[in-house]
C-alpha cells in the first residue's frame, strides 16, 4: 500500500500570514488532487495536477507538483478564517485506487 | 443539481444487526467508492467500482460488501457490525479516477 505523508498534522495561524503545507510519497505519482473539507460535509476538489513540475494558482492558493512526481505542495497567501479546514492530497499511483493523505487540519485566527 | 446523496447521515446500531448505507450520484459516473475516515488516519478506501457489475477491494474491505446492479447506486452493506466499524463513512463518485465528488458523510456508531 502505497503511503502519502501530510505536514504539517496541524497548523494555528494570524490571518493575514503566508503558509505552506506539504504531501509527499516514496513513490511516483500518476496524479494529484488537492481537496479542502469542512466539519459535517465531505471533502470539496480544489484542484488537480497531472504534469511534473506543474503550478496552479486558485486566487491566494498555489499548488506545485514536484518534478520527481513524488510530492506536491499548497501555499496560502495572506491566509483568512475561511481558509480553516481540513487540508487533504489524494494520489494515484497508476492503479485503480486512489490514496488519500492524512491531512492537514488548518485553524486561521482571526 | 449534481450531487451524491447518502443515507442515512447519521446511524446507531447494536453489534450484529445487518445494516445497509445507501449512495446515489446522478452525475453518470462510472467510478464509485466507499472510504471510512477516522481521526489521525484519514480517509481509507474500503472498496471501489469502476462500473456496473464491475467492484474491487480498496485499502481496509474486511466487513464490508458492496454491490453496483446500477451505474448510479453502489450500496455500502455491513453484515454484521462491530465495535471498530465506528466510523465516518462517505461515498465519492468521478469520471475513471478524475476529482471526486463526495457524498455528506454517514456517521455510523456501533455499539
Known amino acids: 500500500t502505497q503511503l502519502l505523508e501530510q505536514s504539517p498534522q496541524f497548523l494555528s495561524i494570524q490571518e493575514g500570514e503566508n503558509l505552506t503545507v506539504y504531501c509527499n510519497s516514496s513513490s511516483v505519482f500518476s496524479s494529484l488532487q488537492w481537496y479542502r473539507q469542512e466539519p459535517g460535509e465531505g471533502p470539496v476538489l480544489l484542484v488537480t495536477?497531472?504534469?511534473?513540475?506543474e503550478v496552479k494558482k486558485l486566487k491566494r492558493l498555489t499548488f506545485q507538483f514536484g518534478d520527481a512526481r513524488k510530492d506536491s505542495s499548497l501555499h496560502i497567501t495572506a491566509a483568512q478564517p475561511g481558509d480553516t479546514g481540513l487540508y487533504l492530497c489524494a494520489a494515484n499511483f497508476g492503479n485503480e485506487k486512489l490514496t488519500f493523505g492524512t491531512g492537514t487540519r488548518l485553524t486561521i485566527i482571526p | 443539481e449534481a450531487q451524491v446523496t447518502q443515507n442515512p447521515r447519521y446511524l446507531i446500531t447494536v453489534t450484529g444487526k445487518k445494516l445497509t448505507v445507501t449512495c446515489s450520484q446522478n452525475m453518470n459516473h462510472e467510478y464509485m467508492s466507499w472510504y471510512r475516515q477516522d481521526p489521525g488516519l484519514g480517509l481509507r478506501q474500503i472498496y471501489y467500482s469502476m462500473n456496473v457489475e464491475v467492484t474491487d477491494k480498496g485499502d481496509v474491505p474486511e466487513g464490508y460488501k458492496v454491490s453496483r446492479k446500477e451505474k448510479r447506486n453502489f450500496p455500502l452493506i455491513l453484515e454484521s457490525p462491530s465495535p471498530n466499524q465506528t466510523s465516518l463513512y462517505f461515498c465519492a463518485s468521478s469520471r475513471t479516477l478524475g476529482p471526486q465528488y463526495f457524498g455528506a458523510g454517514t456517521r455510523l456508531s456501533v455499539l
Open positions: 495536477v497531472v504534469t511534473g513540475g
